[in-house]
């Protein structure tokens, strides 16, 4: 079992930057993939970014390459989402994910995560 716990949500102007941090429990943290993704109309989740359990592999959704950075502290149990250059339509809320994902092409997909955050809201001021 793993809990994630989100902070680091807020209101910036765009341009602005935000580093979202996930603070996860369990021993088994090192364990496992983490991703970041997005509330998207309809409430889907829009896959945003993830990092392989070892952080030797991070995965970007095209919108956010080059803008935004994971990293991930597996001694602190914490997986970070450092968010540069931000822009109005980034405003949403910010989810963080564990799965036991191994394989590039499984990153991006929700499905494959087992645990999910609580959400922190991001607003992007134009």
């Known amino acids: 079992q793993v809990q994630l716990v989100e902070s680091g949500g807020g209101l910036v102007q765009a341009g602005g930057s935000l580093r979202l941090s996930c603070a996860a429990s369990g021993r088994t943290f090192s364990s496992y993939a983490m991703g970041w993704f997005r509330r998207a109309p309809g409430n889907e989740r829009e896959f945003v970014a993830a990092?392989?359990?070892?952080?030797?592999?991070?995965y970007y959704a095209d919108s956010v390459k080059g803008r935004f950075t994971i990293s991930r502290d597996n001694a602190k149990n914490t997986v970070y989402l450092q968010m540069n250059s931000l822009k109005p339509e980034d405003t949403t809320v910010y989810y963080c994910a564990a799965g036991l994902v191994y394989s590039g092409s499984y990153y991006p997909a929700p499905s494959h995560y087992d645990y999910w955050g609580q959400g922190t809201q991001v607003t992007v001021s134009s």
């Open positions: 990092i392989s359990w070892s952080g030797s592999s991070t």
